[in-house]
């Protein structure tokens, strides 16, 4: 169940939930089905084409070899293409925020830029937010392209047991947020479910 979104259409895309040890889950529904491709080597992922047309694409470009040429538009498939060339040809190994500066780099460098929009192409619009975790840290980073500061949660900083208040961070209006904001979060109704369940 997909909420409307303020273009008055339904949501669609990916979604990829990535554990401490570097695994990987993308889940898409294509037809009503849900398909899920899971491991370590699924460290990649942009809105479209389905995730197995993804993969065939980069696997391709793979043999064209990044140093030589990689697709430049702001198609999501030429996105994705070039962010798992550029993903395996950074320095590995940097860690905190060395690595969150890094990883941020890499997504911005994919960012579809502001004002961007084909009505004939809805799939390819600018780039709004751009979000890095730092699951070792438990960090949670936030770059909204309207506002010039990138600010962050330390999750450890919150209290997430089970009956804790729910709280939320309201980001309306581009407000301009820098540093930790934990204690920006204030008390809140919980989200309402899109479907029922158990």
Do not use: C
């Not at 895309?13 to 898409?28: N, P, Q, W």
């Not at 809105?47 to 065939?56: C, E, G, I, R, V």
């Not at 961007?116 to 730092?134: G, K, Y």
């Amino acid at each position: 169940v997909a909420p409307t979104l303020p273009n008055g259409k339904a949501g669609a895309g990916h979604l990829a939930i990535t554990d401490k040890s570097g695994d990987t889950a993308v889940f898409e529904y294509i037809g009503g089905k849900l398909n899920i491709h899971h491991g370590k080597q699924y460290n990649v992922m942009t809105n479209s084409p389905p995730f197995d047309q993804q993969l065939a694409i980069d696997a391709y470009w793979d043999t064209v070899g990044g140093l030589n040429f990689l697709p430049g538009t702001n198609r999501a498939s030429d996105r994705f293409a070039r962010m798992s060339w550029m993903v395996d040809a950074v320095p590995p190994g940097l860690t905190g925020d060395a690595a969150v500066a890094q990883v941020m780099s890499l997504v911005r460098a994919i960012s579809a830029p502001l004002g961007l929009s084909d009505p004939q192409q809805p799939n390819i619009a600018a780039t709004r937010w751009r979000t890095v975790v730092d699951i070792d840290a438990q960090r949670y980073f936030f770059d909204n392209v309207h506002t010039p500061s990138v600010f962050w949660t330390d999750l450890a900083k919150l209290d997430l047991k089970a009956g804790a208040p729910v709280l939320r961070l309201d980001l309306s209006g581009n407000r301009i947020l820098s540093g930790e904001v934990s204690k920006e979060f204030k008390p809140a109704e919980p989200f309402k479910w899109l479907a029922p369940h158990g």
